[in-house]
């Protein structure tokens, strides 16, 4: 999952059901040396938060419970634009690519699904991609979901 920032879907609701459906929730935190990549954390209602340097609140990093992006179930992420085709684009850093490079580099390791939350107003026509891009599984935005 991923807390809010800047307009994104607000995944709050499910996340407080998830911990309602005793399902462990995970918060991606910054890299604390590979520049443009994600851990990820638990996170429960008494998660000791911070704001990473770009103003984002993440779970206070304690390296012995991260846990690792192939060993992920599902993943929701947030997103600044999407195509019908499952094409993402970020805010521009990487981070999710960089971190999930490994679904389409090493075969055999699918990894978890990535699922994109939007508004619908974020949909456009078709948008480039790139050699690095991972595409989603699938978007669901607050209107319609796409395969």
């Known amino acids: 999952m991923y807390l809010p920032n800047d307009g994104e879907i607000n995944p709050t609701p499910l996340i407080k059901l998830c911990w309602k459906l005793g399902k462990r929730v995970y918060l991606p935190v910054l890299h604390p040396i590979l520049h443009n990549r994600l851990w990820f954390v638990p996170y429960t209602p008494h998660t000791v938060m911070i704001k990473n340097i770009y103003g984002i609140r993440e779970p206070k990093l304690i390296l012995a419970n991260r846990r690792a992006a192939w060993a992920l179930d599902l993943v929701l992420l947030p997103l600044v634009a999407f195509d019908a085709l499952g094409n993402r684009m970020g805010m521009g850093g990487g981070y999710y690519d960089r971190t999930f490079s490994f679904k389409s580099l090493r075969r055999g390791m699918t990894g978890p699904n990535l699922i994109g939350l939007a508004h619908e107003i974020q949909r456009v026509e078709k948008l480039p991609i790139e050699s690095w891009d991972i ?8 209107s319609k979901s796409y395969p």
């Open 135 to 142: 595409p989603l599984t699938s978007i669901v935005t607050d």
